[in-house]
């Protein structure tokens, strides 16, 4: 079953911050975020388990509310080296393999 | 450490045409994934190896597509006869173990059917 992302686009000024959800309709036991920048492989940023964690990784935090099945991934005082596509991978039960969803295109201007 | 490594990085073939893929995961990894990704679209699994076994292979089309991994180390994935819809990034990427752990991913095969 595969994660809705939204927004599907975000254009950011440099400082500016943005806030991208991820949305299952089945019960998760893990939600992982990844950064993919154009021509390149996607790279692993965090995973949050079921039971509500937030984590963050430098200025990018995420949480996983494990009631309404949603994770949103923060993104505060952006800087350039931010814009990629990032995916969100939702895992059913531990050792099942990802579902991505469609990706949030992620743009940081000067 | 040395990350998961794919080859060739690009191919261009014609349809009808069979292609084979080759990737070699970080050492020690247990687990195995490959995936396509359209352009424009999120990876999509085709198949899950856990050493040599497969663990999920239900969205490989296997009229087509194969993939083994011998000794449970590198693996290949080969397309026969190719179609104009898998032209794709081919990505494989790896974990350590059996738990939700990170996936690695590699830099990826670009494929263009003709």
């Known amino acids: 079953q595969q994660p809705v992302q939204s927004p599907q686009a975000v254009i950011l000024r440099e400082g500016e911050d943005a806030v991208i959800n991820c949305s299952s309709s089945k019960a998760l036991y893990s939600v992982h975020w990844y950064r993919q920048k154009h021509g390149e492989a996607p790279v692993f940023l965090m995973i949050l388990l079921k039971g509500g964690e937030q984590k963050g990784h430098e200025k990018i935090s995420a949480s996983f509310n494990e009631k309404k099945q949603q994770s949103s991934l923060y993104l505060t005082a952006s800087q350039l080296s931010y814009s990629g596509t990032y995916f969100c991978g939702t895992e059913m039960n531990s050792g099942y393999a990802l579902n991505f969803g469609k990706g949030t295109s992620l743009l940081v201007t000067p | 450490e040395a990350g998961v490594a794919q080859s060739p990085r690009y191919k261009i073939i014609e349809k009808r045409q069979s292609v084979a893929f080759w990737c070699n995961p970080i050492?020690?990894?247990?687990?195995l994934y490959w995936y396509q990704q359209i352009l424009g679209q999120g990876p999509k699994l085709l198949i899950q190896f856990q050493n040599n076994g497969v663990v999920d292979d239900s969205q490989l089309p296997k009229d087509r597509f194969s993939a083994e991994r011998l000794k449970g180390v590198d693996s290949t994935l080969k397309i026969q006869p190719a179609k104009l819809e898998d032209s794709a990034v081919y990505l494989c990427?790896?974990?350590?173990?059996?738990?939700?752990?990170?996936?690695?991913f590699g830099p990826g095969t670009r494929l263009l059917v003709l």
């Open positions: 050492s020690g990894h247990a687990t």
């Open positions: 990427a790896s974990s350590y173990g059996e738990a939700s752990g990170t996936q690695y």
